[in-house]
């Protein structure tokens, strides 16, 4: 259980967006063992695959988000699959994993960290590494990785990025 996974997937689905939420390889009852975010990816990718397989509702557009190490797993999806139209990072650990290869990611991004984040390593210079111009940053003051009290803050922001760039006529 994780209250930013299952948040972020209670805001999506109040925005009428559908949304799948998983657990990586080896957590809870999933099957096999923690890979280094290389089996991971494959996982996130499947999930994807699943999603866009369904014919109710038909799901045209996928945007992928993570938090903490699912940040950089939903990271290195999206730069290797196409079919994802958007990217939502919350607390991405830029202090324990190289994320200098998300300028690749060609789409829209969103990044939401909180200021007492100890793991994002995130001065704003740190930051200012691995975004570009289609990446939106979004800092909430007095949080810190966990959310503790900014649960919903933080996932009504992924929330309103993702119904904007999702919609059907974006």
Known sequence: YNAIVEG???SLEASGLVALRFNFR???????????GVGEVRDARAALNFLGSISSPRIT??????????????????????????LALVSPPLALYDFDFLRAVRRPKLVVFGGRDEFV???????AKVVDGQTK?????????????????AC????????EILRPDA
């Open 8 to 10: 972020l997937c209670k």
């Open 26 to 36: 080896g957590v809870g009852a999933s099957e096999g063992s923690y890979d280094q």
């Open 61 to 86: 557009r996928l945007g992928i988000a993570g938090y903490s190490f699912g940040a950089y797993v939903a990271a290195r999806a999206a730069l290797e699959d196409p079919s994802i139209d958007a």
């Open 121 to 127: 390593g995130a001065s704003i210079e740190e930051l």
């Open 137 to 153: 940053v979004f800092l909430i003051e007095g949080a810190d990785h966990f959310w503790f009290g900014y649960e919903e803050e």
């Open 156 to 163: 009504g922001v992924v929330a309103s990025f993702f119904k």
